[in-house]
């Protein structure tokens, strides 16, 4: 069973860092999308960036560039999302997600492998 699973979240205060894990079973990195969404509660699931796996092309969103990195190890097939300088409004769940293309507005495609999610808080 193809499987993604998170960790590294935690409570960290306004300011703060936090670096997240996404290691992958059962499928292979270098062949999808590689991505981090989360979700506020209350609010939709939002992307924060994704590496697309034929450019490598990182898309950010908005409210997280010079903040946070992503970054992809494919030989321990695990992806990473390094968080600096956290706000408040950066809490949520964080998911790691592998698409088939970054520019899919569809986040329930079937094609796709979620994680579990892992929580952050970030606290004023």
């Known amino acids: 069973e193809v499987q993604l699973v998170e960790s590294g979240g935690g409570l960290v205060q306004a300011g703060g860092s936090l670096k997240l894990s996404c290691a992958a079973s059962?499928?292979?990195?270098?062949?999808?999308?590689i991505g981090w969404f989360r979700q506020a509660p209350g609010k939709e699931r939002e992307g924060v960036v994704c590496v697309d796996s034929d450019d490598g092309i990182e898309h950010y969103a908005d409210s997280v560039k010079g903040r946070f990195t992503i970054s992809i190890d494919n030989a321990k097939n695990t992806a990473y999302l390094q968080m600096n300088s956290l706000k408040p409004d950066d809490t949520a769940v964080y998911y790691c997600v592998a698409r088939v293309i970054c520019e899919n507005d569809d986040l329930d495609d079937p094609n796709d492998h979620w994680g579990q999610g892992t929580q952050v808080t970030v606290s004023s």
């Open positions: 059962k499928f292979t990195f270098e062949d999808y999308a």
